[in-house]
Structures are given as C-alpha cells and as structure tokens.
C-alpha cells in the first residue's frame, strides 16, 4: 500500500483505535488529571511496554558476557535491540551509533564527515534543529570552510529541492537536511534532494535528522543513498536516554572515536545498556502489532512498514479535521483570528505537526489558554535558540506547535477546535 494515494488519510476504526490507545500510558490522562496531550514533538506519549522493560530489565545488575545466565538475558536484549534498531531504518548494512541523545550522534558524525572529507563548503538547511545545524556550523568554522544554508519556502514550511542545486557544488562537504521539520511538520523530498545533490557532486556525504520523522511514516534506507541519519527514541513512544543513529559502510570507517579492539566500523563506546536495547524492541513489536492488524506476514519489518503506513494516514486524516473540521465544528481554517502557517495542501507532504498564530493574542498567551482548557501545545518563538532561526526565516516571531500522534483520537482534535474557536474570540 501506498499511503500517498490517501490524500486525506484513513482513520483506525473505534475499536482498533481503542486497543492502540490502551497500549499507551497515560493517554486520556496523567496522575495530574485529563488532558489531550499535542506535545508530541517534544516527547511522545510512551508504550506501557517501553515503561515496563526500563523497570523490568534494568532491575537486573548483570552485565552482560558473564557466566550467569541472567548475562545472556542481557546480552539478548542488546542483540535483538540492534537487530530492530536495523529494522527501523530498513537497511541490515551501515553501523549504528547510540549515545544519551541524538544531538550527541549528530555531533560526532558531522564531526567526522568534516574532518576527513577534503572540501570547501558545507551545505545545511535553515530548518534544523540546533543539533543539525550548529554541529555544520562549528564544524565548518574549526576546518575554515564556507557554511552554505539552504532557505525555507514558507509556503510549505520545507525546502526546495532547487535550494539543494543552488548551494551544493563540486567542493560541498556534506548536505545535512531534516527529513520533516519539527516546527512545521514539512516533510522534504529527501530522494529528490539525494538525486539533486549527486548530480552535481556524486561522492556527497549526505546526513538526513529523521528525529521528528521517524515517529510518522517509514524510512527506507536501503533505497536512500544517504551517508548518516539519526533519530530519538522519547520522541518514538519510548524512553529518553538515547539518541541512535545510522552511518554508511563508508562513513563508519571514517576516523572516529572508538575502542581498538573492535572493528573499524564500530562507534559504540563503552557498556550498552539493556533497558534500553528492550525498548527499541518494544517499539518494533507494537508498530509490527499495529501492521499484523492489517496484513499477514512473517516478515518483521513488512510488518512494521505496514504499521507505519496506518499511523501516517490516520495522523493524516486527524490533520485533515483540524484543518477542514466538521459539521458540527469549523476547521481551524475556517475559524477566524486563527493562521494556520506554513499550509500545504498537499497532506502527504505533511506530518502532523501543525504551527498557527491567533491575531487576538501572541503564542504564549495562547498556549497558556489551551493548557487552561485541558489541550498540551507548546510555544516555538523567537528569541529561544531553538526556534528563532527557523520561525524568522518564514517572517514570523513564534508560533503555537500542536503536535498529536497517532494514538491521539477525533474526540481530542474535537476538543482542540472548541478550544481554539473560544481562544480566537477572547
Ligand atoms: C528535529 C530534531 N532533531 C534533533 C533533536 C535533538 O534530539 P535530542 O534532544 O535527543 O538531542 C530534536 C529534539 O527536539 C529535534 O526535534
């Protein structure tokens, strides 16, 4: 299936939607009270499973490779961990990276592209996160080379791919570029961009941030022709605590800190940690759980893919309602006072993460007025280091990020319309 031929997305049907929503802890409400939690891009709703293996697995002392059997426990969550870490990013080739967090990843893989690939410029978006963009940017102060960034479009909140064949040359370093944009949810055509880039530079070191995208739709590395992509667990249904990432064959041979016991690909320092190797798992089983509700297959990955697929149309079909309403509610489009920036009408290049601005009152006042009726958004505004490059290159000063997930129902955008209609008319 293709998700793409689905415009408007698919809902999960009310049972099917009920049994994803009792998976998750805390959905309809924490030991605070009921809430709808659009938060998501800041840390996602967490799998009770995720919760479960951290208590579980790391109440055991056991390191692994001892001779107690509780070793090969551990040393079991560890393997199947990487075997799922792989099945995530669809690709059995290329090393994984696990540190505290996905900034450290990127932090050390742009640092080594930088260091070791002989150049003159490196090339990154406007939109990155800090991890993305100022990882290039320091880099390509410490190696005196030019740092190129590539503008936003604000019509759609992403990047075109002619900025990639404007700024990319013979001498570009590395590209880095966001798979989706954790402020406007614009999802970038990656594989247009590879294409644009290896056609000007073939052997372009190319490094992807999917930390906002991986938790929407599926990433398909063995048909990317990337060098490196990073993601974080929290923001995935799991646990913080780490960042993983991804590099090519030819990227993990690249210089890097390592231990020299082991193979020149290996960027793994020090002892894993288990709990969280079980989570990763934990977050295969349940999109394969999710997927196996609509396909059959032995295939792990198959079912994962297939599970990914429904959590971007029915994300989809929730971003539609907020955008179109109903006929009982008006659609945030339709509600005046709202702006909803940034609006694609084209949803299939969008992930539910939605940026709007009231004319009535500026954003932290309204995200204080939903947090009053029950609805967790969250400000993204000038001058936060986070958010002032990628808000001011689209000419605004903040906006309000609402950010659900897939576990997140109708009744709930529902409830975020009557807000947001109340708010408008303060
Ligand atoms: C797009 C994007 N990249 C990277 C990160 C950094 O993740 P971490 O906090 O694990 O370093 C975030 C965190 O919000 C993000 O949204």
Not at 114 to 131: F, R, T, W, Y
Not at 263 to 291: C, M, Q, R
């Amino acid at each position: 299936m293709n998700p793409n031929d689905y415009p408007q997305g698919i809902l999960f049907s009310p049972e099917l939607q009920q049994q994803v929503r009792d998976h998750f802890c805390n959905v309809d409400a924490d030991s605070y009270g009921p809430r709808a939690f659009f938060e998501n891009s800041g840390g996602a709703l967490r799998l009770k499973a995720c919760a479960e293996t951290a208590m579980k697995v790391d109440a055991h002392p056991d390191c692994p490779n001892r001779h107690q059997k509780q070793a090969d426990i551990q040393n079991s969550y560890v393997e199947q961990g990487y075997r799922d870490i792989h099945t995530i990013f669809g690709t059995e080739k290329g090393s994984i990276i696990t540190y505290l967090s996905a900034s450290q990843v990127m932090f050390n893989i742009i640092g080594a592209i930088a260091a070791a690939i002989p150049g003159k410029n490196m090339v990154v978006s406007v939109l990155e996160h800090p991890s993305g963009f100022d990882s290039v940017e320091y880099y390509a102060e410490r190696y005196g080379l030019e740092l190129r960034v590539l503008q936003s479009n604000p019509a759609t909140g992403g990047i075109d791919v002619s900025e990639v064949e404007r700024l990319v040359d013979k001498d570009t370093v590395l590209l880095s570029c966001m798979y989706s944009c954790n402020i406007t949810g614009a999802v970038n055509d990656i594989p247009a961009f590879v294409k644009a880039a290896r056609r000007i530079k073939p052997d372009i070191y190319i490094v992807v941030d999917a930390v906002q995208h991986m938790p929407h739709s599926v990433v398909d590395l063995e048909n990317l022709d990337i060098d490196a992509m990073d993601f974080a667990p929290y923001k995935f249904f799991g646990l913080r605590g780490s960042g993983i990432g991804w590099v090519s064959e030819r990227c993990a041979v690249l210089p890097h800190n390592r231990i020299l016991c082991y193979s020149k690909d290996t960027w793994e320092l020090g002892s894993t940690a288990p709990h969280l190797f079980a989570n990763y798992t934990a977050i295969v089983d349940y999109v394969a759980w999710l997927g196996s509700q609509f396909i059959q297959s032995d295939n792990r990955r198959e079912l994962f893919v297939e599970g990914m697929h429904r959590i971007s149309l029915h994300e989809r079909a929730l971003l539609h309602r907020a955008l179109e309403g109903t006929d009982e509610l008006p659609g945030l489009r339709k509600i005046e006072g709202v702006h909803v920036q940034c609006d694609n009408p084209d949803l299939t290049q969008r992930d539910f993460i939605l940026p709007i601005t009231f004319d009535n009152m500026d954003v932290t006042s309204a995200v204080e007025e939903y947090v009053k009726r029950g609805v967790y958004v969250f400000e993204r505004k000038a001058p936060n280091h986070y958010s002032k490059r990628i808000v001011e290159s689209f000419g605004l000063d903040g906006v309000i990020r609402v950010s659900p997930i897939h576990c997140n129902s109708t009744e709930e955008i529902d409830q975020f319309l009557r807000a947001s209609a109340e708010i408008a008319k303060l």
